[in-house]
């Protein structure tokens, strides 16, 4: 990744925060490196749920839509890291209700982002 896709993945994981926060969500963790598994960009709670939100940004559609790149391989690094983070956490047999979002946000140059949160998406 270049600094400019590092400065635009993280501008588009603070809106996504800030976006989350408006909707009732409580951001636990964000960024959070699973050893060798991967990384949760952000881990929520809301309404009873622990949501594991994967967020996409993109300035143009050139490489198709932002909820393309979570495919089925990243699906699985995915909740492997939610299976480390929930033994981390000490959760044991008392998991809540999960959820595996996608947040993608299309960043315009004028700075204009549109935002598009697909709760339960996989």
């Keep these: 990744m270049t600094k400019a ?3 635009l993945g993280a ?3 603070d809106l996504a925060c800030s976006y989350l926060e408006e909707q009732g969500y409580t951001i636990l963790e964000r ?3 699973c050893g060798r598994l991967g990384e949760l ?3 929520a709670g809301r309404a009873g ?3 594991f939100i994967e967020v996409k940004t993109r300035s143009s559609e050139l490489y198709g839509l932002p909820c393309e790149a979570v495919t ?4 699985k690094k995915l909740r492997r890291c939610a299976q480390y983070y929930l033994l981390k956490k000490g959760y044991g047999r ?3 209700p999960i959820s595996f979002d996608i947040v993608e946000i ?3 140059a004028d700075g204009t982002a549109y935002l598009r949160h697909l709760p339960h998406c996989f």
């Design 5 to 7: 896709t590092d400065k």
């Design 106 to 108: 299309y960043k315009q």
């Design 94 to 96: 008392k998991v809540p």
């Design 11 to 13: 501008n588009g994981e």
């Design 41 to 43: 960009d952000i881990v």
């Design 72 to 75: 089925k391989s990243k699906q």
């Design 49 to 51: 749920f622990l949501c």
């Design 31 to 33: 960024n959070l490196t």
